[in-house]
């Protein structure tokens, strides 16, 4: 099994910064690519930014120049920056990885709890 856990949400004004955190444990034999997605309550979840092992990187392009997705393969770690958060970038915030729990194993991608993100004055 594996488990990921999610932190660094909450409450942020207009123009503020977060920095969200998952960090994965459990069975894991080789990660592949890590990412966040979003979701608003009646919308279906989108894709933030996903970054591969060879470190590329995707953004959507709503976040595009505001937002940085990295990883620390030592700690299993995704992180996402968020800087100069809009009302807009409120939403549900899901780590995503595709990993292999074993040699043996194909790929298999795994989710987070989420955390929620809110951007109000």
């Known amino acids: 099994q594996v488990q990921l856990v999610e932190s660094g949400g909450g409450l942020v004004q207009p123009g503020g910064s977060l920095r969200l955190s998952c960090a994965a444990s459990g069975s894991i034999f080789s990660l592949h690519a890590m990412a966040w997605y979003r979701q608003v309550p009646g919308k279906e979840r989108e894709l933030v930014a996903r970054?591969?092992?060879?470190?590329?990187?995707d953004y959507a392009d709503s976040v595009k120049g505001r937002f940085t997705i990295s990883r620390d393969n030592s700690k299993n770690t995704v992180y996402l920056q968020m800087n100069s958060l809009k009302r807009e970038d409120t939403a549900v915030y899901y780590c995503n990885v595709d990993l292999q729990t074993s040699a043996r194993r194909g790929r298999s991608e795994w989710w987070g709890q989420g955390t929620q993100v809110t951007v109000s004055s």
């Open positions: 970054i591969r092992r060879d470190t590329t990187t």
